[in-house]
T-cell receptor, first 114, second 113 residues
Framework: KQEVTQIPAALSVPEGENLVLNCSFT??????LQWFRQDPGKGLTSLLL?????REQTSGRLNASLDKSSGRSTLYIAASQPGDSATYLC?????????????FGTGTRLTIIP | GAGVSQSPRYKVAKRGQDVALRCDPI?????LFWYQQALGQGPEFLTY????????KSGLPSDRFFAERPEGSVSTLKIQRTQQEDSAVYLC???????????FGPGTRLTVL
């Protein structure tokens, strides 16, 4: 059962455009949310971690926001490049003490067109 | 200063065989996680260790799956009597502690024929 949803499943945009990836979750008891990228046949690379007390985090061209009340997080990528092509996954950790597992969405497969 | 490493990277097993998958976490990371990723899906949690203690094994799909971390560092995920539905990528992650960022290894792709 997927409690984390990512729409769309796939997205293609021309190089240089700014874009937003969406992540929604069903429960508000969120401890933190982590964004990853996954290249074909590879493991996951951590991009950003947002704690429940934070509204956003930035790293280079990436900006992630978190809205607990609406159950949404977005990953904003500025000035997209072909090297940004990958699958982007969000994962949330709930707030129960000792519950460390991440629950993942199914990902958005991003293609940047040169 | 290496990241999380996993071996083997690829494993092909005949149905009914036992397999063992290894994970070397980042040095000093106390938390270690195993996830299973089916094709086209996000990873699904299997089990979690804090040092050598297995604190959560709620995601293990059957009693054929067993994980250990006897000295609080390297971990092994063992699957007995493999079935075709066990075919997936098995990902290991480690973390410095509670609530901290998780860092993933490259995964082991298991194919059961």
């Amino acid at each position: 059962k997927q409690e984390v949803t990512q729409i769309p499943a796939a997205l293609s945009v021309p190089e240089g455009e700014n874009l937003v990836l969406n992540c929604s979750f069903t429960d508000s008891a969120i401890y933190n949310l982590q964004w990853f990228r996954q290249d074909p046949g590879k493991g996951l690379t951590s991009l950003l971690l947002i704690q429940s007390s934070q509204r956003e985090q930035t790293s280079g061209r990436l900006n992630a926001s978190l809205d607990k009340s609406s159950g949404r997080s977005t990953l904003y990528i500025a000035a997209s490049q072909p090297g940004d092509s990958a699958t982007y996954l969000c994962a949330r950790r709930i707030s129960n003490f000792g519950n460390e597992k991440l629950t993942f969405g199914t990902g958005t497969r991003l293609t940047i067109i040169p | 200063g290496a990241g999380v490493s996993q071996s083997p990277r690829y494993k092909v097993a005949k149905r009914g065989q036992d397999v063992a998958l290894r994970c070397d976490p980042i040095s000093g990371h106390v938390s270690l996680f195993w996830y299973q990723q089916a094709l086209g899906q996000g990873p699904e949690f299997l089990t979690y260790f804090q040092n050598e203690a297995q604190l959560d094994k709620s995601g293990l799909p059957s009693d054929r799956f067993f994980a250990e971390r006897p000295e609080g560092s390297v971990s092994t995920l063992k699957i007995q009597r493999t079935q075709q539905e066990d075919s997936a990528v098995y990902l290991c992650a480690s973390s410095p502690g509670l609530g901290r960022e998780q860092f993933f290894g490259p995964g082991t792709r298991l194919t059961v024929l």
